[in-house]
């Protein structure tokens, strides 16, 4: 059975500090992203990667960063917490595109409160 | 930017009835597909259709494709109390060079038993 694990479900975290949420995935896909997903705005990517050490921004970027040494790891790092990344978010992977199925397996999502 | 934008943006019907959910997108794809999510959980893929495909069938889903319209339904026959989550449409643009996949914002589905 294919895997996306995060590694907390809930997280509650201070305003400032340094926040790190843990993705693996165990189906040997290239492309990890991570998503957060805020009510009536749907799913925007904040950064995804194709490939080891290789990571793209995604749509709202600002205030994160994310490290891919592994294949299977992609972490998604909050520099400096703030209230307004208080949110859901989601990591996924698939298979690389272009011509192939490019469906998403997600993780269970980890619940983040700043405070 | 979202790309797809669903419709209705939330649904109550009664068990046993039919749910259809809308989805419209803005640019040209390679595919489109439909998403489920049961609250606080992740996403689960549910059915995926190609820019060259009409309509799809899997189980009592039935998804339907027309990209002169750039639109996509999303049918549900014989709900069941268990269907209801949110269901999200979700793009894969050929400019994005297959690593981005363009979600909406959802609909949710309340089934009634």
């Known amino acids: 059975d294919v895997k996306v694990t995060q590694s907390s479900r809930y997280l509650v975290k201070r305003t400032g500090e340094k926040v790190f949420l843990e993705c693996v995935q165990d189906?040997?896909?290239?492309?990890m992203f991570w998503y957060r997903q805020d009510p009536g705005l749907g799913l925007r990517l904040i950064y995804f990667?194709?490939?080891?050490?290789?990571?793209e921004k995604g749509d709202i970027p600002e205030g994160y960063s994310v490290s891919r040494e592994k294949k299977e790891r992609f972490s998604l790092i909050l520099e400096s917490a703030s209230t307004n990344q208080t949110s859901m978010y989601l990591c996924?992977?698939?298979?690389?595109?272009?011509?192939?199925?490019?469906?998403?397996?997600f993780g269970q999502g980890t619940r983040l409160t700043v405070v | 930017s979202q790309q797809g934008e669903e419709d209705p943006q939330a649904l109550s019907i009664q068990e046993g009835e039919n749910a259809t959910m809308n989805c419209s997108y803005k640019?040209?794809?390679?595919?489109l597909q439909w998403y489920r999510q049961n609250s606080g959980r992740g996403l689960v893929h549910l059915i995926l259709?190609?820019?060259?495909?009409r309509e799809k069938h899997s189980g009592r889903l039935r998804v339907t494709l027309d990209t002169s319209k750039k639109s996509s339904s999303l049918l549900i026959t014989a709900s069941r109390a268990a269907d209801t989550a949110s269901y999200f449409c979700?793009?894969?643009?050929?400019?994005?060079?297959?690593?981005?996949?363009?979600f909406g914002a959802g609909t949710r589905l309340f089934v009634k038993a």
């Open positions: 996924a992977s698939s298979l690389r595109g272009l011509g192939r199925n490019t469906e998403a397996f």
């Open positions: 640019t040209s794809i390679n595919n």
């Open positions: 189906m040997d896909h290239e492309n």
């Open positions: 979700a793009t894969w643009p050929p400019h994005t060079g297959g690593f981005k996949t363009i």
């Open positions: 990667s194709y490939d080891v050490k290789m990571k």
């Open positions: 259709i190609r820019s060259n495909e």
